[in-house]
């Protein structure tokens, strides 16, 4: 009998079905792969499961039994774990105060912390029970959640985009547990997700949604990757950057250009205590460096100083050879620096303000009539997809809301483009087209600074690579040269 | 008199008049960690001076009076949160006006309040040795107060363990409010034995003052309370003394200090993510 079973579950806000009919088995033992791109209703079947949202039509069973989940206590009392996308921790707390969180009773602080380690242990999840969970890294963060759906012995565990802000050994250990807990203890998993390879390495079973409906389910061995990109995008995907997109290899970079040019941009001996101590780096105009790097070696940091959101303890930011005065806010931008920033919601766009406010906001006219033109012509040449370019910016899906990003600073014609970890989030089809603009942006003459934490993305987009480790450029190279192994060296601090 | 004297006249009557202050910050401090910046405390403490002076005149009984103190001041919290809360109006607005009412009704009544016959009665002092450490552990070791913190920190995270934040932001305006009142008819029963028109004059204020002067922290909040309240002694004082300066400027010092202290003391780090945002029902 299956774990957990959905009968045409249906769900639609307005005029857009977000879930159409979807029926889905879960077996116990399984890890279960559900794939589909942003916005093919993975997220919202969960969110029906947890009793976040309320379904329109449809059944759930669990262990064959229908059941009614109004909410996430429910879902919790019939044996249904989460670890939800975005983190469900609250910084300031303890890991053990956060792992205690949503129980009743009285709190036994010794008696969690011990349970903390016992289910810690079991698993090979290590942690500090007493550490504040704002002070872990995102890997760490993981563990916590994990560890606050496993200690509850959950029958079924949904993991949405657990892999999103990990590294590649932090998901390579995540996986190396969730197959552990089916062996030995027959939970069921689903683990939702649109990295392919991630699916194709990690699942037993898979099943493809696509537009709210259920395309294509088989069993992981009997299919192929191009098989499962080719059903999640209702179309042929070609290598080159979309396989770099998919995880699949590597593109070759395009005919190296041996000028030595001038850097477009210069960071010299960039110090923000104590994330970085020291950075240097050129990016030339022309080209894509990429700096490549373990979360949290400073990188993040390094984006908001180029964001102009923290100004540096000591160093200097020159673009086109003029040193920039980082203190006045602005003016990295009117130096001529356009920067996609990690997380575009905390400081790329105001969710609430409409399309057109969001693209043309760096405009300094408020003529109405000029900007909406503007804000057409710009949502046209970048294929932004949305209602009306008056609908707040929240309602667009997160690729679209990154090409709204994208073209917002691109339309400031800058000399120096900055993204970072610009896939984050985005499905293959708007990563596949997000890659094919920064590569004309760079054949335009723009020098890009791609900073990112995904090796494919590095390899199959840069022409040199810095590394970053401990707040230092660990090592620098041209991505003809680069092999993952050199580029593994050099994050973990080996090499030079 | 001696030195000795008068520095121990002004530190009694310090402390006497940084109770009230003590009592409502007590509450102010749990509803601020749930989230909620509270400024309908100054009229949860006058509301509560009045119906304190007005209930212990009708009954003759300090405790009836405290009570209604007690209860005046919750049922402004309980209003605020429906508002606040249930209807999302912001909670400054709904602040503002409670304030604003509380002052223009007890104004109207006041007839209704004569002053009292018995002496002051400074007994309910020592309910704070038990309302401090409860206050404390509710919000530390509590379950309660768990949810509460969590509530104030990252709503989101706490509705998906399944809180309901907007509960328990409630029930800490609640607690708030029942405290803030204990502290206004402390102020009008227990030391002043009369209510006069706007007698709190800005001491809500002042307790919010003081939680940020106390960065969000119980222990530091109080010695914010006991500043405010020492400052308040020395301006009743000086004249007495013998210092003669400006009136207006004498009733504006602890105010001023209270500035100052938070110009220079508070830390933010403390401060509850969430603090002042309300939180929609299903919103995520």
Request: aromatic share 4%; glycine share 12%.
């Amino acid at each position: 009998m299956s774990a957990l079973t959905l009968r045409a579950v249906s769900k639609r806000y307005g005029t857009v079905v977000a879930c159409d009919g979807v029926d889905l088995d879960i077996d116990p033992g399984e890890i279960h792969g559900l794939l589909g791109e942003n916005g093919a209703g993975k997220s919202t079947l969960m969110r029906i499961l947890f009793g976040l949202e309320t379904r329109d039509a449809g059944t759930v069973l669990r262990d064959g039994e229908p059941v009614r989940i109004a909410g996430p206590q429910d879902a919790a009392a019939l044996g249904l774990g989460m670890v939800h996308q975005h983190f469900s921790l609250i910084d300031p707390l303890p890991v053990w105060e956060n792992v205690i969180l949503g129980d009743t009773g009285r709190i036994r602080r010794a008696a969690a912390q011990a349970e903390i380690h016992a289910v810690a242990q079991r698993y090979g999840l290590p942690i500090d029970p007493l550490a504040i969970v704002g002070t872990l890294s995102a890997g760490e963060r993981q563990r916590v959640e994990l560890i606050k759906c496993l200690r509850r012995d959950p029958g079924v565990l949904i993991l949405d985009e657990p892999t999103s802000v990990l590294t590649r050994a932090e998901s390579a250990e995540l996986f190396a547990v969730l197959r552990r807990m089916v062996r030995s203890e027959r939970r069921a998993v689903v683990l939702i997700s649109h990295k392919l390879a991630e699916i194709a390495a990690a699942t037993d079973r898979v099943t493809v949604l696509r537009r709210g409906r259920v395309v294509f389910r088989s069993a992981t061995r009997d299919t192929d990757v191009a098989e499962l990109a080719r059903q999640m995008v209702g179309r042929d995907v070609s290598l080159g950057a979309e396989a770099a997109a998919l995880g699949l290899l590597p593109a070759t970079p395009e005919a190296e250009s041996e000028v030595d040019q001038t850097p477009a941009m210069r960071l010299r001996g960039l110090v923000v205590r104590p994330f970085l101590n020291g950075v240097d780096l050129d990016v030339r105009p022309g080209e894509i460096t990429g700096l490549y790097g373990a979360e949290g070696n400073g990188q993040t940091v390094l984006g908001d100083v180029l964001s102009g959101l923290i100004v540096p303890d000591a160093g200097i930011v020159e673009l086109s050879g003029v040193p920039v005065a980082l203190k006045r806010p602005g003016a990295l931008h009117r130096a001529g620096l356009g920067i996609v920033p990690e997380d575009r919601h905390r400081a790329g766009v105001v969710l609430d303000l409409s399309v057109a406010a969001n693209l043309v906001m760096k405009d300094p006219v408020l003529n109405r009539r000029r900007l909406r033109r503007t804000a057409q012509g710009l949502a046209e040449e970048f294929g932004i997809v949305a209602a009306s370019l008056d609908a707040p910016l929240r309602t667009l899906s997160g690729g679209n809301q990154q090409r709204v990003v994208l073209a917002r600073e691109l339309s400031a014609h800058p000399k120096v483009l900055v993204v970072a970890q610009p896939s984050h989030g985005l499905d293959v089809g708007a990563a596949e087209d997000l890659y094919s603009r920064l590569r004309s942006c760079a054949r335009d003459g723009v020098a890009v600074l791609l900073i990112s934490t995904e090796i494919e993305e590095v390899l199959g987009l840069t022409d040199r690579i810095a590394v970053i480790a401990s707040g230092r450029i660990a090592g620098e190279m041209r991505t003809a040269d680069a092999t993952a192994e050199r580029l593994g060296l050099l994050v973990g601090g080996v090499a030079r | 008199m001696s030195l000795a004297g008068d520095i121990e006249t002004v530190l009694s009557s310090g402390v006497r008049l940084a109770a009230p202050l003590a009592f409502a910050a007590c509450g102010e401090y749990l509803a601020e960690r749930a989230g909620t910046l509270n400024i309908s405390v100054e009229a949860m403490m006058l509301g509560a001076a009045f119906g304190a002076v007005a209930v212990a005149g009708l009954t003759g009984s300090g405790i009836a009076g405290l009570l209604a103190g007690v209860l005046i001041g919750a049922l402004i919290g309980l209003v605020h949160g429906v508002l606040a809360h249930g209807l999302a109006v912001n909670t400054f607005v709904v602040g503002l006006v409670l304030n604003a009412l509380v002052l223009g009704l007890t104004s109207y009544l006041i007839a209704t309040a004569a002053p009292l016959s018995r002496p002051p009665e400074r007994w309910p002092l020592y309910s704070l040795l038990a309302i401090v450490p409860l206050t404390w552990w509710l919000v530390g070791r509590s379950r309660w107060g768990l949810e509460l913190r969590a509530a104030g920190e990252n709503p989101q995270a706490a509705a998906m363990t399944g809180i309901r934040v907007n509960l328990r932001r409630r029930q800490a305006l609640l607690w708030c409010g029942a405290l803030s009142g204990l502290g206004g008819a402390y102020l009008a029963v227990g030391e002043v034995g009369s209510f006069n028109q706007n007698m709190t004059a800005g001491r809500g204020y002042l307790v919010i003052a003081a939680v940020i002067f106390g960065g969000w922290r119980l222990a530091r909040t109080l010695v914010g309370c006991a500043l405010f309240g020492l400052a308040d002694a020395l301006r009743l004082a000086l004249p007495a003394l013998g210092v003669t300066l400006n009136s207006q400027l004498l009733i504006s010092a602890p105010y001023l200090l209270a500035l100052l202290a938070m110009l220079l003391f508070a830390s933010r780090h403390n401060q509850p993510q969430a603090l002042g945002r309300p939180f929609p029902r299903g919103g995520a």
